[in-house]
């Protein structure tokens, strides 16, 4: 019989072991500092395990603690600088075959417990044009958009995309890109990689991660943590991902929001490449001007319900005010001479008066029939924005109340 091994190197095994289970925890705790995000617990409880419990606690976090296939982050950026103000092209490469839908919705109503966020809208948006999406602050906008992509359930109705709700489709990068939130993003990670993971779980190849970077104007910074990009940086970050499919349909939620006046027009003019391409465009956005700009048709809402659908240039003709801004010396014997043939006179500053109900051509030959000199005869047509203004202010749920001069505050 062999003798048994003596204390001394019982204590040496027992040593070599420990520091194996130390070295190991020590990696362990390594790899935890040195990756950009973890799974199930925040770094500081995996750090905990690890330490407490070696070295099982350390093969529990390689196996459950690491998110695979992103590359870790390890250096503190500095804030990365706004892209070129050079405007991206705005050709998307679309691959033939790549065909766009009609965005359905049918009697959609959703309610939130007591509140009817929907009610009954009913509106079609056809390829091929930009259309934007209107409504006052809570009139349902955001709700429908997210009901269309299936982050929301409808209480009643239907949100088609091509005659198929948005769970149905196998690989909906490739048919709908849509933005609706740019903040709704992992801070840590690069521009690069937060494509690049979205880009593998629909099947896209990383060569068009670079296309879209290239295409948003993000190229310089696709290395840069997203946590430090400014929110229109963000914006152009979630346009990308929006486009990395290439699809057909795409769904835009106030996507101006913290553009710079470069960007802007950037957005305006992609909306409109893409739906010269004869793609399905939605757009939502508070800025009348830039709608007016870039949409050629219109769905107004209110209170969940629609008030409109028709076209751009339909909807100002016919909801529009329309008036003649007229400066003259004798503006009150004038006002007297208008109202008697049948115009509407309202006084505005400068002494100036608002005609309606007769033209301005009208207006100078009267004011010249009776001797009464005018300076200024001015045509005024109503934008976009006041013909919005006069639809919507029943169904406006937020109204401010009338600014008083600052004189007049102090003075109370």
Not at 81 to 108: D, F, K, N, W, Y
Request: glycine content about 12%; hydrophobic content about 45%.
């Amino acid at each position: 019989m062999s003798a048994p091994p003596a204390p001394g190197a019982a204590i040496a095994i027992v040593g070599v072991v420990a520091a194996v289970a130390i070295g190991f925890a020590v990696l362990c705790l390594v790899i935890l500092a040195q990756s950009a995000t973890v799974r199930y617990l925040p770094k500081w409880g995996w750090a905990l395990i690890i330490c407490l419990s070696i070295p099982w606690g350390g093969i529990v976090f390689l196996i459950l603690g690491p998110v695979r296939g992103m590359p870790a982050v390890t250096a503190e950026y500095p804030k990365p600088p706004e892209p070129a103000a050079r405007p991206p092209a705005t050709q998307s490469s679309r691959r033939p075959g790549t065909s766009a839908a009609e965005i359905e919705v049918r009697g959609l109503t959703k309610h939130y417990g007591e509140v009817i966020a929907v009610d009954g809208l009913s509106f079609v948006v056809k390829p091929g044009h930009v259309t934007g999406f209107l409504g006052p602050n809570g009139a349902g906008k955001t709700t429908t958009m997210r009901v269309i992509l299936g982050l929301a359930a409808p209480t009643a109705g239907t949100a088609l995309i091509g005659g198929r709700r948005y769970a149905e489709i196998t690989r909906p990068l490739r048919e709908v890109g849509s933005l609706l939130d740019a903040n709704a993003v992992h801070g840590a990670r690069t521009a690069q990689v937060h494509l690049r993971a979205i880009a593998r779980s629909n099947g896209i190849g990383q060569r068009r991660v670079t296309e879209v970077l290239e295409l948003t104007g993000l190229e310089a910074v696709a290395g840069r943590r997203i946590g430090a990009f400014s929110l229109g940086m963000k914006q152009r970050l979630g346009i990308a991902a929006a486009l990395l499919g290439d699809p057909g349909v795409l769904i835009f939620d106030e996507p101006v929001n913290g553009l710079d006046p470069e960007g802007v027009r950037w957005i305006r003019q992609l909306l409109r490449a893409l739906a010269g391409e004869g793609r399905t465009v939605l757009v939502s956005s508070h800025l009348m001007s830039e709608i007016a700009q870039a949409a050629d048709r219109l769905v107004i809402i209110g209170r969940g319900r629609l008030l409109a659908d028709t076209t751009t240039e339909q909807f100002v003709a016919s909801n529009a005010r329309r008036d003649v801004l007229v400066l003259s010396p004798g503006s009150s014997d004038l006002a007297g001479v208008l109202v008697a043939r049948g115009a509407t006179v309202t006084p505005e500053d400068g002494g100036r008066l608002a005609v309606s109900g007769m033209e301005s051509a009208a207006i100078g030959d009267l004011a010249a029939e009776h001797g009464i000199a005018v300076h200024e005869l001015v045509p005024r047509h109503a934008s976009l924005e006041d013909a919005y203004l006069d639809l919507t202010s029943a169904s406006t749920d937020y109204r401010a109340g009338q600014a008083e001069p600052a004189s007049q505050a102090v003075a109370q």
